[in-house]
């Protein structure tokens, strides 16, 4: 028995040493070169959108500065007709920055309220088998082509918004923004800054519902649980736990409708497309950066008449860039708070 317990080999000898088997290693590798791989595609795809970003505002300035250098007028200051034809360029952007950003900013203070309210009503208040279809019934409105919403517009909405124009201007006259026109013909067929601006509100409410309801949805269960543990209602749970955890993503849905608003072509140009004054009158009609664009695109029969247009969707990019990016810095303070 003693020669037997003696001869026994010790434990560390009783087989190989502990250790990953060659399986385990062989799918730390795999796992490895997955992670190698997926890294690689990512930041490739990162580097590959740059890219392609740089070589747009390449293109758009080398297409513009030939214009922009034989340019007799103020390109920031100019507010008359453009000029274009022949060597004598005269041409500025004032009048298409001010039409632009207005309906964008009509756009954007009618959507979002009525986003917020959808997407809180959906997430937080109607019943599972109603919230179901109101959201899916507002997501279908992405589905709708521009030129839809501007005959829409054009032909219903600006009809009836002739009576609202005629009382705006005759009980709201003395403010600024429902002065009667210059030209009254667009207040009386509804092809006003108005009228465009709420179509536009109508084309960007998905986007920003859509974004809003996800993030709101996404509040994490043991916040919501903690304030009604104290006691809190409906709405103090929204107030303090939902709209702190989704504001970020409540601007990222805004500026994503935004950045629609100010690159939309179509609808506006059946809307609005003739120049208009620069003023706070919300019954006068104007032309965007990309109206005017689309306006004269049959016109671009020489370079250096096409390089003034493409001059404005220069500052079009520029501007949708300084959007963004405001939005990103908006975000990122919020994120670190």
């Given at each position: 028995?003693?020669?037997?317990?003696?001869?026994?080999?010790?434990?560390?000898?009783?087989?190989?040493?502990?250790?990953?088997s060659?399986?385990?290693?062989?799918?730390?590798?795999?796992?490895?070169?997955?992670?190698?791989?997926?890294?690689?595609?990512?930041?490739?795809?990162?580097?590959?959108?740059?890219?392609?970003?740089?070589?747009?505002?390449?293109?758009?300035?080398?297409?513009?500065?030939?214009?922009?250098?034989?340019?007799?007028?103020?390109?920031?200051?100019?507010?008359?007709?453009?000029?274009?034809?022949?060597?004598?360029?005269?041409?500025?952007i004032?009048?298409?920055?001010?039409?632009?950003?207005?309906?964008?900013?009509?756009?954007?203070?009618i959507?979002?309220?009525?986003?917020?309210?959808?997407?809180?009503?959906?997430?937080?208040?109607?019943?599972?088998?109603?919230?179901?279809?109101?959201?899916?019934?507002?997501?279908?409105?992405?589905?709708?082509?521009?030129?839809?919403?501007?005959?829409?517009?054009?032909?219903?909405?600006?009809?009836?918004?002739?009576?609202?124009?005629?009382?705006?201007?005759?009980?709201?006259?003395?403010?600024?923004?429902?002065?009667?026109?210059?030209?009254?013909?667009?207040?009386?067929?509804?092809?006003?800054?108005?009228?465009?601006?709420?179509?536009?509100?109508?084309?960007?409410?998905?986007?920003?519902?859509?974004?809003?309801?996800?993030?709101?949805?996404?509040?994490?269960?043991?916040?919501?649980?903690?304030?009604?543990?104290?006691?809190?209602?409906?709405?103090e749970?929204?107030?303090?736990?939902v709209?702190?955890?989704?504001?970020?993503?409540?601007?990222?849905?805004?500026?994503?409708?935004?950045?629609?608003?100010?690159?939309?072509?179509?609808?506006?140009?059946?809307?609005?497309?003739?120049?208009?004054?620069?003023?706070?009158?919300?019954?006068?009609?104007?032309?965007t950066?990309?109206?005017?664009?689309?306006?004269?695109?049959a016109?671009?029969?020489?370079?250096?008449?096409?390089?003034?247009?493409?001059?404005?969707?220069?500052?079009?990019f520029?501007?949708?860039?300084?959007?963004?990016?405001?939005?990103?810095?908006?975000?990122?303070?919020?994120?670190?708070?």
């Amino acid at each position: 028995m003693g020669t037997d317990l003696a001869s026994a080999p010790a434990p560390s000898q009783r087989g190989p040493a502990a250790g990953p088997s060659a399986s385990n290693r062989a799918g730390s590798a795999v796992s490895r070169l997955g992670d190698r791989i997926m890294g690689t595609l990512a930041t490739g795809s990162g580097l590959l959108v740059s890219l392609v970003i740089g070589l747009i505002a390449l293109f758009l300035l080398i297409q513009a500065v030939p214009a922009l250098a034989k340019n007799t007028a103020n390109f920031f200051t100019y507010t008359g007709s453009w000029v274009v034809s022949g060597t004598d360029l005269e041409f500025g952007i004032p009048a298409q920055f001010y039409a632009t950003v207005l309906v964008s900013v009509i756009a954007l203070i009618i959507a979002m309220p009525v986003s917020l309210g959808i997407a809180l009503f959906v997430t937080e208040y109607a019943p599972k088998r109603l919230a179901g279809p109101i959201a899916y019934i507002v997501d279908l409105l992405a589905a709708v082509p521009s030129i839809v919403y501007g005959l829409w517009g054009i032909l219903v909405l600006g009809p009836a918004m002739v009576g609202v124009n005629n009382w705006l201007v005759s009980n709201l006259g003395f403010l600024p923004f429902f002065e009667t026109p210059q030209n009254v013909a667009n207040m009386s067929t509804g092809g006003t800054l108005l009228t465009a601006g709420i179509v536009l509100a109508v084309m960007i409410l998905p986007v920003i519902t859509a974004v809003t309801r996800e993030v709101f949805a996404q509040t994490p269960h043991s916040h919501r649980e903690a304030a009604l543990a104290l006691g809190a209602t409906q709405w103090e749970v929204v107030r303090f736990a939902v709209l702190p955890f989704g504001f970020s993503g409540y601007i990222s849905g805004a500026m994503l409708g935004l950045g629609r608003a100010l690159g939309e072509t179509m609808a506006l140009l059946l809307i609005i497309s003739t120049v208009g004054p620069i003023n706070f009158n919300l019954l006068e009609s104007g032309q965007t950066f990309a109206t005017v664009i689309a306006n004269n695109a049959a016109e671009f029969d020489s370079p250096l008449k096409t390089g003034a247009y493409i001059s404005a969707g220069l500052v079009l990019f520029a501007l949708t860039f300084l959007v963004n990016a405001a939005a990103r810095g908006v975000i990122s303070r919020r994120a670190g708070e």
